[in-house]
């Protein structure tokens, strides 16, 4: 099997900026509950971010607020203190994070929020937790799989190992 040109191949990205699956904007200072609730759902976010406080708040944690009568509450109340990683950060140093723990790893680029990763990620694949192997196979067709499989396979009955590479 040979490279065809000019091929777009699926990608996946292994740093930190591909595994984001919380969008977020800036939470604002003074916000309550319910302004904060009403933004999320306006910019259609997850989260508030306060990196310089290496902070989250939560759609979770503003709806059960919510739902609990304490929609005067300020937003930052509920702010969780998750940690922060740079986007070109590798996908083990979020996983790492998650694992021991983390809400949520907020995903920077510069001093910018990009981005967070939520528990979710981990909590879907417990096993394999952000596995690229998972993506991977969330990407390719059955076929391409059941080849690269077999050639797996091959590769360990000769003794040998066999690596995916690709790329553009």
């Known amino acids: 099997m040979t490279a065809r040109r000019a091929h777009v191949y699926p990608q996946v990205d292994a740093r930190a900026a591909g595994l984001i699956d919380l969008r977020v904007a800036p939470c604002p200072e003074r916000a309550t509950v319910a302004e904060a609730l009403t933004l999320l759902r306006k910019r ?37 203190t998750v940690p922060v990683v740079t986007a070109r950060e590798g996908e083990v140093a979020v996983r790492r994070r998650l694992l021991a723990g983390a809400a949520a790893v907020l995903v920077l680029d510069r001093l910018a929020p990009l981005g967070a ?17 998972a993506r991977l196979r969330a990407r390719l067709p059955a076929d391409a799989l059941a080849l690269l499989v077999e050639l797996g396979r091959l590769a360990g009955a000769a003794g040998a190992r066999a690596f995916a590479v690709g790329g553009v």
């Not at 259609?44 to 607020?65: F, H, I, S, Y």
């Not at 939520?118 to 417990?126: E, F």
């Open 44 to 80: 259609n976010v997850q989260a508030l971010a306060r990196p310089a406080r290496k902070g989250l708040v939560l759609l979770e944690d503003l709806t059960r607020a919510g739902a609990l009568g304490l929609e005067a509450l300020p937003a930052v109340a509920l702010e969780r």
């Open 117 to 133: 990763v939520g528990r979710a990620a981990v909590r879907d694949a417990p096993g394999a937790g952000l596995s690229l192997a």
